[in-house]
Antibody
Framework: QVQLVESGGGLVKPGGSLRLSCAASGFILSDYYMGWIRQGPGKGLEWLSY????????YYADSVKGRFTISRDNTKNSLFLQMNSLRVEDTAVYYCAREVGAMFVDYWGQGALVTVSS | QLVLTQSPSASASLGASVKLTCSLS???????IAWHQQQAEKGPRYLMK???????SRGDGIPDRFSGSSSGAERYLTISSLQSEDEADYYC?????????FGGGTKLTVL
């Protein structure tokens, strides 16, 4: 069955960096676009980024453009999110997601908590 | 600009039906959307893709109590025979090249 497992979350100071990983299983990663979505405390879902099957075409929400970088390693069945210049408002649960047809999410990970605080 | 609008809350009784609404912004009335459910303290779960003509396809394991329909720029999620586990937040999602958008979510309370 399809599984997406995030790791790498934790506590980081403002201005710091963190790298999230997502281990994919149960499907061929290179067949799908993948993305990251977050949810701040008590808030709704916020799309952050998605990446094409081969990893050559990433897109970002304005809120993270220039600070976050999405990447993937299809040979290792993994998706990544490098987060730099973190701000208090980046505190959230970060979800890895599989997209079907390069359109919408059809599978979600369980989430990784990132807390940005001094 | 692609924007999705949802009512913040809805409620219905156990065993009844409820219809949730997601409104597409002007100029996007022909867009398909996806519906997702998020139960308390859990990650989201994909429910279905809903096309502008009302046709829809449910995700793996989603019961047929969940159905979708469309009218103009409105997209609907109907849940029939409400169960306690249907109490959750429901989000709609739309997409275009370079962007993905979520609605603000509707919190459904089962009375």
């Amino acid at each position: 069955q399809v599984q997406l497992v995030e790791s790498g979350g934790g506590l980081v100071k403002p201005g710091g960096s963190l790298r999230l990983s997502c281990a994919a299983s149960g499907f061929i990663l290179s067949d799908y676009y993948m993305g990251w979505i977050r949810q701040g405390p008590g808030k709704g879902l916020e799309w952050l980024s998605y990446i094409s099957r081969g990893g050559t075409t990433p897109y970002y929400a304005d809120s993270v453009k220039g600070r976050f970088t999405i990447s993937r390693d299809n040979t290792k069945n993994s998706l990544f999110l490098q987060m730099n210049s973190l701000r208090v408002e980046d505190t959230a649960v970060y979800y890895c997601a599989r997209e079907v047809g390069a359109m919408f999410v059809d599978y979600w990970g369980q989430g990784a908590l990132v807390t940005v605080s001094s | 600009q692609l924007v999705l609008t949802q009512s913040p809350s809805a409620s219905a009784s156990l065993g009844a039906s409820v219809k949730l609404t997601c409104s597409l912004s002007s100029g996007h009335s022909n867009y398909a959307i996806a519906w997702h459910q998020q139960q308390a303290e859990k990650g989201p779960r994909y429910l279905m893709k809903l096309n502008s003509d009302g046709s829809h396809s449910r995700g793996d394991g989603i019961p047929d109590r969940f159905s979708g329909s469309s009218s103009g720029a409105e997209r609907y999620l109907t849940i029939s025979s409400l169960q306690s586990e249907d109490e959750a937040d429901y989000y709609c999602q739309a997409w275009n090249t370079g962007i993905r958008v979520f609605g603000g979510g509707t919190k459904l309370t089962v009375l």
